[in-house]
């Protein structure tokens, strides 16, 4: 290993609070890899989960792995040295598990670069028992991991405080008597099946027999083993990531995050909102809310290792006596910073903590700018409600307004459109207006992003919007914009959002699509040109009702039957109820866990 490699990763150790060093001896190895860059993978609280989790045990020792960048991937390429790891900078190859945690799907070529820059074969069937075995898990790969499916040997589908230990425990039944996992002792095959058999949610691709139909749709997907189940279940905690241990917290800090040297904390865990278009909040069903004196303890950790908290939750503002936590964050002199808060839910109170604690930003998703297109997609909001909100937040400070909406979603006309205009030249009217008497404004951002469909939601279904009328729609918002002054508008890239719909959609085929845009260094266009599968199926095409669909495999116990009933109540602009935990079945997974 050149010594610069040693030297830039020890200056990035010298840097953290909480790292974790272990002894290798007598251990399962684990590569934990983030397919993405340092400061975003330390951002992210799951990771940082997983590794405590993985070193809390003695017959583990995980290590970390990111992809490089600037100066650091310059080394690498300079001394064509393999991947190692952030603690001791062993290779990627030495360890027995090269564990991915992947959050987004546009991160699944990155795992090919890791891959081969930790001297790893890409495709799983050429691998030896030299090899590590490479597993991945993470919220995308729950969703739709098929393709990943030639490049991954297995998958951990559901959540890591359920699934982890389970699945160490069966993996250590290759192992020696000292506890040294030597998966060379069998076949790499005998090792993925006796896990499929015995880990609840290990999923290993290989095990499967997959066909498909002259129309190009799935005819079936059937286990090729005896004892490998049907139906995987993506497994989840009914406590969250609430442990004996305490709240799930960051274990590591470092001012190179995305969030500063904060301490991120989980304050709830899924969404009961039911709007239709979000995947967390169909797969992380039912939602779980920690108590408020669980939530008072974690804060008094989290203080004490640091005095600025992340908080962390799709639906921040729903934890139970969210305004006494952060009352006592500020009183005990801590900081604190939420990422989106529904605009129904705001009060006074929390805006004047969010100032003393010194955001300048108050985010809120309004998702659509007609009253239309929220109905369809359930998101349970007014514009009386968005603009009540904009007024308490414009009252109470010269906080910045950032807005996200969504474009192209289902239904949408060029009305629907032209209404995300309006509505944001009502917020800012009514910015200006309570602003006045200070006489000085906070800025609106808007951040709108395509809509892709995603699995397990009723909109899974649905096709994309086309690339080319996604541009023009984009154009038409910012034309419209522009004029109005202190207006900033910030939208994705249709034809990365085409990508990542391929990534979040396909079924395995796929696969063969992402090892080519990896040969060809990132040329997507000219990868999919090559290919003899067209991605317009999988983007643009309307999926029957009825369809095997690729991720039909996993079991997150939610019903199809209730998927198409709320996919026909979007159709017909209907709003249905939220979650309402312990009190209905609708969904089929509150009656599974009965």
């Known amino acids: 290993m050149p010594d610069d490699i040693t030297a830039l990763y020890r200056t990035v150790l010298a840097k953290e609070k909480g790292t974790i060093f272990k002894d290798w001896g007598g251990k399962i190895s684990v590569a934990l890899a983030f397919p993405n860059h340092y400061r975003l993978g330390m951002s992210n609280l799951g990771v940082q989960i997983v590794y405590r989790i993985l070193n809390e045990r003695t017959d583990v020792v995980a290590e970390r792995f990111f992809l490089p960048e600037g100066r650091e991937m310059a080394l690498y390429q300079r001394s064509r040295g393999p991947l190692v790891s952030l603690e001791s900078q062993t290779p990627l190859s030495n360890f027995d598990l090269a564990a991915f945690s992947i959050s987004f799907e546009n991160d699944y070529p990155n795992v090919l670069q890791m891959l081969e820059m930790g001297k790893i074969p890409l495709l799983s069937k050429e691998r030896t028992e030299k090899s590590p075995l490479v597993m991945a898990g993470g919220v995308a790969s729950f969703l739709n991991p098929e393709p990943l499916a030639p490049f991954v040997d297995f998958f951990l589908l559901g959540e890591a405080e359920q699934n982890l230990d389970p699945f160490v425990d069966a993996f250590l039944e290759f192992g020696s008597k000292d506890k040294t996992c030597l998966v060379s002792t069998r076949e790499r095959r005998d090792v993925l099946r006796h896990l499929a058999k015995n880990v609840p949610g290990l999923y290993a691709p290989s095990l499967y027999d997959v066909a498909y139909k002259k129309n190009g749709t799935l005819s079936h997907f059937t286990p090729s083993e005896k004892d490998v189940p049907e139906k995987v279940p993506a497994v989840h905690s009914p406590k969250g990531g609430f442990t004996d241990t305490g709240m799930p917290l960051s274990c590591i800090t470092t001012p190179d995050t995305e969030f500063g040297s904060r301490v991120l904390m989980e304050v709830g865990r899924g969404c009961g909102h039911a709007c239709r278009f979000c995947a967390a909040g169909y797969v992380y069903r039912p939602p779980r809310v920690y108590e408020e004196t669980k939530l008072h303890e974690g804060v008094n950790t989290a203080l004490k290792r640091c005095s600025q908290l992340g908080l962390v939750s799709p639906a921040v503002s729903d934890a139970p006596g969210i305004e006494e936590v952060i009352g006592m964050i500020c009183h005990n002199g801590g900081r604190f910073s939420v990422s989106s808060l529904r ?96 006489g000085k404004i906070g800025r609106i951002k808007l951040s709108v992003n395509c809509f892709i469909p995603k699995p397990f939601t009723p909109f899974q279904w649905f096709p994309m919007a086309e690339v ?54 990132g040329n997507w266009k000219k990868a999919m040109q090559l290919s003899q599968i067209n991605p317009d199926f999988f983007v643009y095409r309307e999926k029957d009702l009825d369809e095997l669909l690729p991720w039909d495999f996993i079991d997150h116990g939610i019903t199809k039957r209730h998927l198409k009933t709320e996919y026909r109540l979007a159709l017909e602009g209907r709003l249905s109820d939220i979650c309402r935990v312990g009190e209905c079945v609708r969904c089929g997974v509150c009656r599974e866990n009965d």
């Open 468 to 521: 080319g009328s996604l541009k023009k729609k984009q154009q038409r918002l910012k034309k419209a914009l522009v004029k109005s002054g202190g207006i900033v508008v910030n939208s994705d890239v249709p034809k990365w959002a085409y990508i990542q719909a391929l990534l979040s959609l396909g079924d395995r085929r796929v696969g063969t699509i992402l090892q080519g845009a990896h040969k060809l260094n």
């Open 343 to 438: 605009a129904e839910k705001l009060s006074g109170k929390l805006l004047e903590h969010l100032e003393k604690s010194g955001q300048k930003t108050i985010t809120i998703a309004p998702e659509a700018g007609s009253q239309r297109l929220r109905n369809i997609i359930n998101k349970h909001l007014t514009e009386e409600q968005i603009l009540g909100a904009v007024r308490m937040i414009a009252g109470k400070s010269d906080f910045s307004i950032r807005l996200y909406f969504l474009m192209g979603l289902p239904t949408e006309t060029p009305h629907d459109g032209d209404e995300i205009t309006e509505l944001v030249k009502r917020i800012k009217h009514r910015m200006v207006k309570e602003s006045a008497a200070r």
